[in-house]
């Protein structure tokens, strides 16, 4: 940050993404307690959060289509998966994303955020959702 330069951390990374199980509930509360973890470990040096990196994609590719990990679909899928329904899965897993976003923000403006500025974006696939575009977190 000496040179000017912002780093920006990614709350949940790839590698981790795979061990919550985002076909139930209890992911949201696992995922905003480690989010919790990264604002109070590195909140004093990361100007910018990113809850979730091209969720659409993890939705389809990993539970519809079973073509990346955690390669869950349907057995006539492409990915030849042996376990998953790419019918209800792709769906399922949107929705506990969207909520535990959304229980992320609320936790950082409650208990982290400094000032009105909200330095947290939901990453779509080819870039960011204008923050005019979004609805709001209250």
Not at 98 to 111: F, G, P
Request: glycine share 10%.
């Amino acid at each position: 940050m000496t040179l000017g330069i912002a780093i920006g951390i990614t709350v949940i990374e790839t590698s981790s993404v795979y061990d919550l199980s985002f076909t139930t509930a209890i992911c949201r509360k696992d995922y905003r307690d480690y989010a919790e973890v990264c604002f109070k470990e590195f909140g004093d040096r990361v100007k910018h959060w990113i809850t979730f990196n091209e969720p659409g994609g993890f939705c389809s590719a990993g539970y519809a289509s079973g073509v990346l990990a955690p390669g869950r679909c349907s057995p006539w899928e492409q990915g030849n998966c042996s376990v998953g329904d790419s019918g209800t899965e792709p769906y399922t897993v949107c929705h506990h994303q969207l909520l535990a976003h959304a229980e992320t923000v609320r936790l950082y403006k409650e208990k982290y955020q400094v000032g009105d500025e909200l330095p947290m974006q939901f990453l779509k696939k080819n870039g960011v959702i204008p923050k005019e575009k979004l609805p709001p977190c209250n």
